[in-house]
């Protein structure tokens, strides 16, 4: 698999979500930079330009594959893990499977119902729009954009642009096509490994996430006891990107709880 490496100390595992690349993640990494001693790593999960489906044809066979190469590059060495949407899915398994060395959890609009039907999801909402902005881009962008954002603006369609859209463009459709209908774990890393998840652990939702929601990750809040449950307003699926400023503050507060 690609990892792009950042920084060096601690590590952090960063997985991204469905059919985007590692790079959906980098507006993150000011924020473990400064915080200091964090070595970030930067998976490319199995659809990406970086990382060829080869075997894969399973979300169990993507969790195995990110399991096996944790093992393999950090042997025993602690490590916290964040996952982002569906890597947030699979940032769970991997914490439960690797419990022993895992320093905390962390979800950015993490996936907890993988069955779009079985989802329970607000509306689509848009709260502030940018006819500007969303016109003096390109077509694919703007409409991408469009799609998820729920405060518009110049900037977050900057970062939309420089930070998404890539990864849009060099996902390999057709191993989207094979794990969408393998789309599930084989069980829910709560269900698998039932005893309570006590590292410090953050899931960060956005109240407006019409994609996953908030509130299928709620429902399994027995089972982290040293979670912060944080919910945003004014934020979607891309919450990292309609609140920054939000996400930074509730982000730090987790590492430094790691550091702790």
């Known amino acids: 698999m690609h990892i792009e490496e950042r920084g060096s100390g601690t590590p952090v595992i960063l997985l991204h979500g469905f059919g985007v690349d590692h790079r959906i993640l980098l507006p993150l990494d000011p924020v473990l930079a400064a915080h200091g001693g964090w070595h970030r790593l930067y ?13 894969v044809t399973s979300s169990e066979d993507v969790a195995a594959l990110v399991v096996a190469t944790v093992r393999e590059r950090l042997g025993s060495t602690p490590f916290a893990v964040l996952g982002s949407s569906y890597g947030g899915m699979i940032a769970r398994r991997v914490a439960h499977e690797l419990r022993d060395q895992v320093l905390g959890l962390a979800t950015v609009a993490g996936l907890w119902a993988a069955d779009p039907d079985a989802r329970t999801l607000p509306p689509r909402t848009v709260l502030h729009t940018d006819p500007a902005a969303l016109s003096a881009a390109p077509r694919d962008v703007a409409s991408g954009y469009a799609e998820m954002a729920v405060v518009q603006s110049a900037a977050g369609l900057d970062a939309y642009r420089r930070h998404v859209q890539p990864g849009v463009d060099g996902a390999d459709e057709a191993a989207l096509a094979l794990l969408r209908a393998r789309y599930d774990l084989d069980a829910a890393p709560e269900v698998a490994w039932p005893e ?3 590292q410090p652990t953050l899931v ?5 996430d019409h994609v ?5 990750a709620w429902r399994r809040l027995d089972h982290y006891p040293r979670a912060s449950f944080v919910l945003l307003d004014a934020a979607g699926h891309n919450v990292h990107l309609d609140q920054p400023e939000q996400t930074a503050a509730a982000l730090t507060a987790w590492l430094d709880r790691l550091r702790a």
């Open 204 to 208: 960060l939702a956005g109240r407006q």
């Open 212 to 216: 996953v929601g908030y509130v299928d």
């Open 43 to 55: 998976v490319d999960l199995p659809w990406t330009a970086g990382t060829p489906v080869g075997d």
């Open 196 to 198: 309570p998840f006590t």
